[in-house]
Structure formats: structure tokens, C-alpha cells
């Protein structure tokens, strides 16, 4: 399999129109976001981004290092986004690194329309975490996972699933618990910030200052629940990205 369908498993690619690039949260694939396949019909295709050691590429190693996953993605982004206009959603870890790609982008010269972050600090804030999540031994790293109520208990109860599951979180842990910001000029992309308002490892008042990282406009919203609100909420996250994306993001959001 080439690289460009790894990264973008089973989303033939477009001549035309709107992409909606999703990337997951730490230890998920691009099937978290399968289910939103069509809910932005006329709006945005939406594909689903498969990072290494995970799903389909379960036989590849993850990545340790934000800034050699955002390396790897960064050509297959390119050659998958083309002149087609685009726009990147990411939750937790996928909004690190669709920050990551926006700067990268943004400094070639092909930025997005609109980024979204959701589940996630802006990146110049230190981290809060007082003992890194991907350092515990693995009883205390499945029990933090259960407190974050993102994966089925049943996946966390049996033992075949978690030898698979465990080196994939742990190693996307160490790529946001050891990232650090780098100094670069200011986006000039519209940024949509989304946060669950019952997020204890991202508090709400870690989301505004998202909006010092851009020139181009930022708007916050948050939502009841935990880190995975957007999974409970997932008609009114795409109602927002749909307004943004139809109101041309910088009109919508300015």
C-alpha cells in the first residue's frame, strides 16, 4: 500500500470541492470519525487521517515525537490536498498535530481554510500534568484512560486489546507531553476552538489563548462534558465547522 492511502485509508480522492482532514486523539485511528462520513454533504468531504501504529498500520511503530509525526504527514497532506481548498479538524493529540501542519503548511504557502482544535490547550501554555501519562506503568496509564472515558470498557478489560493498544497511547502521550512550542510567525488562518466545559485536564480558560497564535480570527466554544464531549455532541461540532466553512471562516468567525 502506498503512503498516501495509509494516511488516508478507504477516502479516494476528490477532483473537486471542500476536504475536511480529521485527525484522532491519542490512541485512536481514522475510524473515530467514519461516522462522520456524509454529515457534511455539500459542505466538505470529510477524510479521516490515520497516523502510524494504529488500525491498519498497527504493524508500523507510532510515533514518539510530534515533530517527526507532523514531518511524516506532511508530504501525503500536500499531495492529498492538491489545489483543492481544505480545512483540518483535530481533538486532543490530532489538534497539536493539525496545528503542526497548519504552521508547516502556512510557511509552504498552501494554509487551510479553517483549523479546529478541539480537546486541547493552545500550544504556547506549558503542560499541566504534574507526572507525564506516558511514563506510568500500564495499570495506572488503563486506569488514567477509564478516567477519560474515551475508550469501551470493554476494550480495556481484555488483555489481547490492550498488548495492542497500550505502546500506541503511551507513545502518543510522549509526543504531547513532550511537546514544545517553537516560535513562529503568527497563523494567518481562522481557528475554531472547541472544549468540553467538564474537561479537568483542558480547562476552559486554556482555549482562548488559542487565539493568540493567529491574525486571521478565533472563536471558542465549549460544550457539557468531558475530554470526549465531541463524540456526544458530534451534530453540533459539525453544525459549527459546517457555519464556519459555508460563512468562508474568516467572515464567520472575524
Not at 479516494?12 to 470519525?33: D, F, I, K, V
Not at 490515520?50 to 499531495?79: C, H, V
Request: hydrophobic share 40%.
Amino acid at each position: 500500500m502506498n503512503t498516501d492511502r495509509r494516511w488516508f485509508p478507504g477516502s479516494p480522492a476528490a477532483t473537486e470541492g471542500m476536504q475536511l482532514l480529521c485527525l484522532p486523539h491519542g490512541g485512536a485511528g481514522a475510524s473515530a470519525y467514519r461516522s462522520w462520513r456524509g454529515r457534511l454533504a455539500g459542505t466538505a468531504d470529510v477524510v479521516p487521517v490515520q497516523p502510524p501504529g494504529r488500525e491498519g498500520r498497527s504493524a508500523e511503530p507510532a510515533e514518539w515525537s510530534m515533530t517527526a509525526m507532523t514531518e511524516q504527514f506532511l508530504e501525503p497532506l500536500q499531495r492529498r490536498v492538491g489545489d483543492r481548498p481544505y480545512a483540518i479538524f483535530g481533538h486532543s493529540m490530532g489538534a497539536l498535530l493539525g496545528y503542526e501542519a497548519t504552521v508547516a503548511m502556512s510557511a509552504a504557502g498552501r494554509p487551510p481554510e479553517l483549523l479546529v482544535v478541539s480537546g486541547a490547550s493552545a500550544p504556547q501554555l506549558p503542560m499541566l500534568k504534574e507526572r507525564p501519562v506516558h511514563k506510568m506503568p500500564e495499570d495506572e496509564l488503563v486506569g488514567h484512560l477509564r478516567e477519560l472515558a474515551g475508550t469501551p470498557d470493554s476494550v480495556l478489560r481484555n488483555a489481547d486489546l490492550l498488548e495492542m493498544l497500550v505502546p500506541t497511547v503511551r507513545a502518543d502521550f510522549a509526543a504531547c507531553e513532550t511537546y514544545v512550542h517553537r516560535p513562529h510567525p503568527l497563523l494567518d488562518v481562522p481557528l475554531l476552538v472547541l472544549g468540553g466545559e467538564q474537561d479537568a485536564g483542558v480547562p476552559v480558560a486554556t482555549l482562548a489563548p488559542w487565539g493568540e497564535r493567529t491574525t486571521a480570527g478565533c472563536a471558542v466554544h465549549t460544550f457539557p462534558g468531558g475530554h470526549f464531549f465531541h463524540f456526544d455532541r458530534t451534530d453540533q461540532v459539525l453544525s459549527l465547522i459546517a457555519g464556519a466553512l459555508t460563512g468562508s471562516a474568516r467572515g464567520a468567525i472575524r
